[in-house]
Nanobody, 117 residues
Framework: QVQLVESGGGLVQPGGSLRLSCAAS????????MGWYRQAPGKERELVAT???????IYADSVKGRFTISRDNAKNTVYLQMNSLKPEDTAVYYC???????????WGKGTLVTVSS
């Protein structure tokens, strides 16, 4: 069983920055694709960014050039650096782990990011 715990959300003004963290338990972290997803009020959950164990990254068009996903395998942690935040980035951000060996996936409970003046 893998547990994911997100942190780092909060209220930030437009143009500001936040860094989200997702700490994972379990020994499969280094063999998992890690991702960040978000869900805004009244909308479906959508992909923000993913990073494979080999370092391949995918970003949603809406965040390219502003967000960066990174991971520290020694700490079993994945990060999402968010810069130049916009009100439309307001959402609950979820961490997801996908085992590249077994195909199982796990979700964190989410952390709220609010971008407002």
């Amino acid at each position: 069983q893998v547990q994911l715990v997100e942190s780092g959300g909060g209220l930030v003004q437009p143009g500001g920055s936040l860094r989200l963290s997702c700490a994972a338990s379990g020994s499969i972290f280094r063999f998992s694709t890690m991702g960040w997803y978000r869900q805004a009020p009244g909308k479906e959950r959508e992909l923000v960014a993913t990073r494979t164990s080999g370092g391949t990254t995918i970003y949603a068009d809406s965040v390219k050039g502003r967000f960066t996903i990174s991971r520290d395998n020694a700490k079993n942690t994945v990060y999402l650096q968010m810069n130049s935040l916009k009100p439309e980035d307001t959402a609950v951000y979820y961490c997801k782990s996908i085992s590249e060996i077994y195909g199982m996936d796990y979700w964190g409970k989410g952390t709220l990011v609010t971008v407002s003046s």
